[in-house]
């Protein structure tokens, strides 16, 4: 009975507004909200409609206050409920749905709130923690941040809040391997809280945890240890034994004592406490222990090195100036390994391996001569295409076909791409999850369409190579474009494919304007307005109809 008395007022109202009666309208849309209160509840969604219906009432009444006031309560309700669904969907694993609403929630927060509100930061939290859940850290570290910086000013650095974005950020840098940026963060995210949370509070815990995981890596087992042990402390007390996080820090326990080696060697420096505030310095026992190993090695190829400067000698007898020339270059180099400033061991396994690449290449170049000598093309390339890695001859065989599919390939070595980049026609690597800056260095001599979707994250040394490539270039598998990556693409000058992007920051915008060719970004979602209005200044690029769908209630 109250729904159907709850649609029956909306409707009414929708009549009413249509009829320009906005007093009676109003009306209408109180009875419904009065209702929605009572029967429904303070947080359920046909509230926020009601309160939507009230704010168009209010403004063509001029009665301005008002309807910002009923917009703020339904913009919270709507935010409440997408993050309620968003976090379900979470738990079971369904992060593509959570996602989308994640993003919906932080259109509607910068719509009402604005990019700079506390808001707007805990919406980009939770989807840059929805990102982390699938991998996409880079995306994830570009929302985090942007909520980090939010609080710092609104907040200030000693805020609770502010030490939760702290923790989020330096445990995404952390997931990136930027250990040094990652450990001050974690650590001041450790100071504010137990300032402010006392010692023994679950939020201080996951800082412990988190600091735990990051001296794991970098071999500090002790230290990282003792933290693991704290952090499982408080969340036994506080959570009970049987509460996931204390799961959580068991796991991680166990890895740290399952890694840590008898002969590791007691760290000097150490995390400090809520009463420090300098961050420690980073020195790893493996990195000790490496120096150590090194001087060892490196005093032992010198015995060789002395042994070869005798032998070179000799040969002055016979080539006088290349005896001199050996013994003078055998001394020097002796005499910086004595010192420690040349790794000796280290240039000898380089050597090893380019001398063993040398003679691969040397056998690939063998079979090609009787693969291709024998008639025998059409039956080797149809063994070829079943492998997952090419080889160089493998890849000088395919190289004289016009259009490759080569989508199951995974592995590519620099040389095989060398060869490869001599194929005229469409060359489709779309198998590879990674692009290497040697291997783009290589690829950009193709001259046909290259297409190479499955790579999901593209460095700016790759992007600087891959930009020179002068076909149609597909790259429909990267999310997430830095204004670094894009200051390179933008010097691409033929068809490029973006497709894959969905969200794009203002810098990132302005460089792929000068793009000098076509443009498609036909999977863009998320953009500001500004963004959006850089990007349809130049009439090349191709967005989706939608994407400028979020503006149309905003103004011109």
Not at 50 to 68: C, I, M, N, S, T
Not at 221 to 245: K, N, Q, T, V, Y
């Amino acid at each position: 009975m109250s729904e159907s008395r709850f649609s029956s007022l909306m409707a009414n109202a929708v009549i009413l507004m249509e009829r320009q009666q906005w007093q009676d309208a109003l009306r209408s849309a109180s009875d419904a909200l009065m209702l929605a209160r009572s029967e429904f509840g303070d947080d359920d969604k046909r509230l926020a409609e009601a309160l939507e219906k009230q704010v168009l009432a209010f403004k063509h009444l001029g009665r301005d206050l008002d309807a910002e006031r009923a917009l703020h309560e339904a913009t919270q309700i709507r935010i409440k409920h997408i993050r309620r669904r968003g976090l379900s969907f979470s738990e079971e694993h369904k992060y593509a749905d959570a996602e989308k609403l994640y993003r919906e929630a932080l259109l509607v927060c910068e719509r009402v709130y604005g990019r700079r509100h506390r808001e707007t930061a805990t919406c980009l939290d939770n989807l840059a923690t929805c990102l982390r859940s699938q991998s996409l850290f880079v995306e994830a570290t570009m929302h985090a941040t942007r909520a980090l910086d939010i609080r710092k000013e609104l907040l200030g650095e000693d805020h609770v809040h502010t030490a939760a974005s702290l923790s989020n950020v330096g445990y995404l840098y952390r997931l990136l391997g930027r250990f040094s940026e990652a450990q001050p963060l974690l650590v001041q995210s450790l100071v504010v809280r137990e300032k402010h949370l006392g010692a023994d509070h679950p939020h201080v815990a996951e800082s412990l945890d988190r600091i735990a995981s990051l001296c794991r890596d970098l071999g500090r087992f002790d230290e990282a240890a003792g933290l693991c042990e704290r952090a499982l402390g408080i969340r036994r007390a506080s959570l009970g034994d049987e509460h996931p996080l204390t799961a959580a820090s068991l796991n991680n326990l166990a890895l740290i004592r399952e890694r840590r080696s008898g002969d590791e060697v007691s760290v000097v420096a150490a995390l400090p406490r809520a009463h420090d505030t300098a961050p420690p310095t980073i020195r790893t026992a493996a990195a000790s222990r490496k120096t150590t190993e090194d001087h060892a090695s490196g005093l032992g190829i010198l015995a060789a090195v002395v042994v070869g400067a005798v032998l070179a000698a000799v040969t002055f007898w016979f080539v006088p100036w290349a005896g001199v020339s050996v013994v003078a270059v055998t001394g020097v180099v002796a005499i910086l390994t004595a010192l420690g400033v040349v790794p000796l061991d280290s240039i000898a396994r380089r050597a090893g391996a380019w001398l063993k690449r040398s003679m691969a290449e040397d056998e690939a170049v063998d079979r090609d001569a009787v693969v291709l000598g024998d008639g025998g093309m059409r039956s080797d390339v149809a063994a070829i295409l079943k492998k997952g890695v090419l080889t160089v001859g493998d890849a000088r065989v395919l190289a004289k076909l016009d259009n490759l599919d080569l989508d199951h390939v995974h592995s590519l070595t620099q040389a095989a791409a060398d060869a490869l980049a001599r194929q005229r026609g469409t060359l489709k690597l779309n198998g590879l999850r990674e692009l290497r800056s040697k291997l783009a260095k290589s690829l950009r001599w193709h001259e046909g369409i290259l297409q190479l979707n499955g790579v999901h994250e593209l460095t700016a040394a790759a992007a600087a190579h891959i930009a020179r490539h002068s076909g149609d270039l597909h790259l429909n598998g990267v999310r997430e474009l830095s204004g670094e990556v894009t200051k390179h693409l933008a010097h691409h000058r033929g068809l490029l494919h973006l497709d894959g992007v969905r969200s794009l920051e203002d810098d990132a915008a302005n460089w792929l304007i000068k793009h000098r060719g076509k443009l498609t970004l036909h999977g863009l979602r998320l953009v500001t307005r500004q963004t959006f209005r850089t990007l349809q200044s130049n009439p090349l690029i191709e967005l989706p109809d939608d994407v400028g769908g979020q503006f149309e209630n905003l103004g011109a």
